[in-house]
C-alpha cells in the first residue's frame, strides 16, 4: 500500500516562508503526476501546484512566484516551497500521487499564516 507522509507545516507570519515534504514509502518516480493540493475551511479543495514524472510544473495562479514544488526521486520526496505567505495561504495542505489510474493522499499538514 502506498503512502504519503506531509510534514513541516506550522504557525508562521505574513511574509515568513515554509518548506512542506511529502515522503513517499515507493519510488517517486513511479508516479505520473505528484501534488500539492489545500483546503481552507468552508472551501473546497484546491490544487495548489504539480509536478510530472518529466519534471514540468503547474501552478494556481495565486502561489505563482511565491512557491516552488520540486521532488528529490533518491529521497523519495516531494517538496513545497513557501515564501512571502499570505493569511490567504491558511489551509490543510496534502500531497497527492497519481499512480496510474489511482490517486493517493496524504493526512495533511496545517499551515496557518497569522500576526
Known amino acids: 500500500q502506498v503512502q504519503l507522509v506531509e510534514s513541516g507545516g506550522g504557525l508562521v507570519q505574513p511574509g515568513e516562508s515554509l518548506r512542506l515534504s511529502c515522503a513517499a514509502s515507493t519510488n517517486i518516480f513511479t508516479f505520473n503526476v505528484m501534488g500539492w493540493y489545500r483546503q481552507a475551511p468552508g472551501k473546497e479543495r484546491e490544487l495548489v501546484a504539480d509536478?510530472?514524472?518529466?519534471?514540468?510544473?503547474n501552478y494556481v495562479d495565486s502561489v505563482k512566484g511565491r512557491f516552488t514544488i520540486s521532488r528529490d526521486n533518491a529521497k523519495n520526496t516531494v517538496f513545497l516551497q513557501m515564501n512571502s505567505l499570505k493569511p490567504e495561504d491558511t489551509a490543510v495542505y496534502y500531497c497527492?500521487?497519481?499512480?496510474?489510474?489511482?490517486?493517493?493522499w496524504g493526512q495533511g499538514t496545517q499551515v496557518t499564516v497569522s500576526s
Open positions: 509536478i510530472t514524472r518529466g519534471g514540468s510544473t
Open positions: 497527492k500521487g497519481t499512480l496510474f489510474r489511482s490517486d493517493f
